[in-house]
C-alpha cells in the first residue's frame, strides 16, 4: 500500500526556519518524483515544487512565492523527502502536503498524496 | 504563468444530476491537465490526468474531456458522497498550477 506521511508542522515566528519531512512506502521511491503543495486554511491549492529522480539527477522546480526560501532534498535511502522553508512568511501559512508522482501518457501527475502537515507562521 | 480558470466556482444540485465543471487555461496545454476531488479535511484525490483518462478505482460517473485550453469534468449522476470541491491543475509547464476550485454542493 503507497502511503506518505509528513510531519514537522508546528507554529513558528516570522522570518524563521522549519524542515518538513515526507515519509513514503508501499511503492518504489528512487522511482518517482515528489511533489510539495500547500493549502492555505480556507483557501485553494498552491503548487510548491518537485523533487524529480535519481534518473533525472534529482533536479528540482519551485513556485516563483518561495523560490530562493524553500529548498527540496531528498533521501532515498531513507525514503523521504524534506521541504526545508527559510525566511517564512505569514502568508506561508498552510497545510502542506507531500504527493508522489506517476508518469503515464506524456504526463506527470500526483496520484498518492500525504494527509498533509499545518504549518504556522505568526508572532 | 498558466493561468486556470474554473466556472462555476459553486454549483448546487440534486442527486441524479449531470453536472459539468469548465476548467479554461490561459494557454494552450494540450491534454496535460488533472482533475482532483477534495473532501474537508482531507487530501485531494486525483479523478482523472491527461485530461480523460480515469484513475484506477475512480467510479465511472467521472468523466473528464478536452484539449488545448478548455477542458470540462463530468459527473453523469451526482451522488451524495461527491459533495467535495474540485480542482483542475495544467502539469504542461512550470510552475505547475491548479484553478481556484469548483464547491460541488448537494
Known amino acids: 500500500e503507497v502511503q506518505l506521511v509528513e510531519s514537522g508542522g508546528v507554529l513558528v515566528q516570522p522570518g524563521g526556519s522549519l524542515r518538513l519531512s515526507c515519509a513514503a512506502s508501499?511503492?518504489?521511491?528512487?522511482?518517482?518524483?515528489i511533489d510539495w503543495v500547500r493549502q492555505a486554511p480556507g483557501k485553494g491549492l498552491e503548487w510548491v515544487g518537485r523533487?524529480?529522480?535519481?534518473?533525472?539527477?534529482?533536479?528540482?522546480e519551485y513556485a516563483a512565492s518561495v523560490k530562493g526560501r524553500f529548498t527540496i532534498s531528498r533521501d532515498d535511502s531513507k525514503n523521504s523527502v524534506y521541504l526545508q522553508m527559510d525566511s517564512l512568511k505569514t502568508e506561508d501559512t498552510a497545510v502542506y502536503f507531500c504527493?508522489?508522482?506517476?508518469?503515464?501518457?506524456?504526463?506527470?501527475?500526483?496520484?498518492?498524496w500525504g494527509q498533509g502537515t499545518l504549518v504556522t507562521v505568526s508572532s | 504563468d498558466i493561468q486556470l480558470t474554473q466556472s462555476p466556482s459553486f454549483l448546487s444540485a440534486s442527486v441524479g444530476d449531470r453536472v459539468t465543471i469548465t476548467c479554461r487555461a490561459s494557454?494552450?496545454?494540450?491534454?496535460?491537465l488533472a482533475w482532483y476531488q477534495q473532501k474537508p479535511g482531507k487530501a485531494p484525490k486525483l479523478l482523472i490526468y491527461?485530461?480523460?483518462t480515469l484513475q484506477t478505482g475512480v467510479p465511472s460517473r467521472f468523466s473528464g474531456s478536452g484539449s488545448g485550453t478548455e477542458f470540462t469534468l463530468t459527473i453523469s449522476s451526482l451522488q451524495p458522497e461527491d459533495f467535495a470541491i474540485y480542482y483542475c491543475?495544467?502539469?504542461?509547464?512550470?510552475?505547475?498550477?491548479f484553478g481556484g476550485g469548483t464547491r460541488v454542493e448537494i
Open positions: 491543475q495544467q502539469l504542461n509547464s512550470y510552475p505547475l498550477t
Open positions: 508501499g511503492f518504489t521511491f528512487s522511482d518517482h518524483y
Open positions: 494557454q494552450g496545454i494540450s491534454s496535460h
Open positions: 491527461a485530461a480523460s
Open positions: 504527493a508522489r508522482n506517476y508518469y503515464d501518457r506524456g504526463v506527470y501527475f500526483s496520484d498518492y
Open positions: 523533487s524529480r529522480n535519481k534518473a533525472n539527477s534529482y533536479t528540482t
